[in-house]
């Protein structure tokens, strides 16, 4: 992938604030994660992969403290998952708009955040509604008539386990084909909200997507997915870097609930085909503490560790890849690399030589490393690292205790 000097800027921006950039951008800058994404090709996309091969799914809990890389691996899966063709949707879980215990809303920032790769190398907007468009949307330069397009691309919808989820799709798809906007706005509001407006009524939408089938709705756009040719879903739910979604005894019962359902039935087969969820979480003591403590099928389920040696392990932990001094620094001067690159694409004509670049790489390592014990060191490295590059842009001569003194202030 080509990235543009205005990508390469926007990129650094975002890091040096510590927020991941785009999925792409992600892909470049990802150190130390080639064997995760060696094994999750190999046993989940590619091409002889669980998820493309049957109709199972798979369930994998995450752990990683703030700062530690969390929803960067998350990132880097998901691009993971699009080069394999597969689509997506990434939520962000919170206690007062999406917590864990609301399933219903859990589908609608699914509706949302759905997007499929596309052949340029990008993903596609809008959501469901955006997704409906692209399907029934002749490839470029294709000689077909759209209307028998369409009709081709509709008999590939079979059967869902919610019928008014099956008719929605198939009116809208009808609506998009024949450009008629308000039908089609009408139905997209139901697919995106699960609110059935009377209108719809008519067209035999009868059954809203509440918190008892708001799983059922997920399941069918899974299998909806699988039907119009894609491989499967990646469903990515991030709690945050600070607590889970969780805030009473009653939510806690009831998202612990969820969770043992989600990991039964993606391994019984069937019910998710192709669909891989990630479920991450800031901390294993507070999970244990609110969810798995007063749920022993939870507990048992998700215990296990030992990934990537060990695939099928549900529990992915992060915070242990770097466990020495040596091992972190290693890491740094890795990670600096590809950033002083894109440093160089945003700054063309003021930027270090790859030999300066390494070695402020090397001081600023060391100084992060000596600095803190905690695993947040790889984002207080990038943060560091990018503000000495512009600093070296002023004058390259630059003492170590201003690196320390830009450390303190980002501690």
């Known amino acids: 992938m080509e990235i543009k000097r205005a990508q390469a800027r926007q990129a650094i921006e975002s890091l040096s604030q510590g927020t991941p950039p785009s999925t792409q951008i992600t892909n470049l800058i990802s150190v130390g994660l080639e064997k995760d994404l060696a094994v999750f ?5 590619g091409a002889e992969g669980l998820l493309r091969e049957t109709d199972q799914g798979t369930f994998k809990l995450v752990e990683g403290y703030y700062g530690g890389g969390k929803t960067h691996y998350l990132r880097a899966i998901e691009r993971l998952a699009h080069c394999h063709g597969f689509a997506s949707a ?5 206690k007062d708009s999406c917590p864990l215990s609301r399933f219903d809303l859990i589908y609608q920032r699914i509706a949302e955040t759905l997007v499929v790769p596309l052949p340029s190398g990008g993903v596609s907007t809008g959501g469901i509604a955006g997704l409906i468009r692209l399907w ?11 209307s028998e397009y369409a009709q081709q691309q509709l008999m590939q919808l079979g059967d869902l386990p919610m019928p008014s989820l099956r008719i929605a799709l198939d009116n809208a798809a009808h609506a998009a084909a024949s450009d008629d906007r308000v039908t089609f706005d009408e139905i997209a509001v139901y697919l995106h909200s699960g609110k059935i407006a009377p209108v719809l009524r008519k067209r035999g939408i009868l059954e809203a997507i509440d918190v008892r089938s708001g799983a059922l709705a997920i399941r069918c756009l899974a299998i909806w997915l699988r039907q119009i040719g894609y491989p499967g879903l990646l469903l990515v739910m991030d709690e945050g870097d600070r607590s889970l979604s969780i805030a009473n005894a009653k939510e806690r019962t009831t998202a612990s609930n969820n969770l043992v359902q989600l990991i039964n039935e993606t391994l019984k087969g069937t019910d998710w085909p192709g669909v891989m969820f990630l479920y991450s979480i800031p901390s294993w003591a507070e ?43 290693q890491f740094c001067r890795d990670v600096a690399k590809p950033l002083s690159e894109l440093f160089a694409i945003a700054y063309p004509a003021n930027h270090p030589e790859p030999t300066d670049a390494e070695s402020l790489a090397r001081r600023v390592a060391s100084a992060v490393v000596d600095e803190t014990l905690e695993v947040n060191f790889r984002r207080l490295f990038v943060k560091t ?24 202030n980002s501690i």
Request: proline share 11%; net charge negative.
């Open 287 to 329: 999970f244990h503490n609110n969810l798995s403590a007063n749920n022993m099928a939870l507990e048992q389920r998700v215990q296990s560790t030992g990934f990537p040696n060990f695939p099928p392990a549900p529990r992915i932990v992060l915070d242990d890849r770097y466990p020495t001094d040596l091992d972190k620094q």
């Open 136 to 146: 029934m949307t002749p490839p470029t330069n294709s000689e077909i008539d759209p």
């Open 385 to 408: 690292y990018l503000q000495i590059l512009y600093a070296w842009q002023i004058t390259p001569k630059i003492p170590d205790y201003e690196i320390k003194k830009v450390i303190a």
């Open 41 to 45: 090709t190999d046993e989940y996309f």
């Open 90 to 94: 990434f939520i962000e879980l919170s």
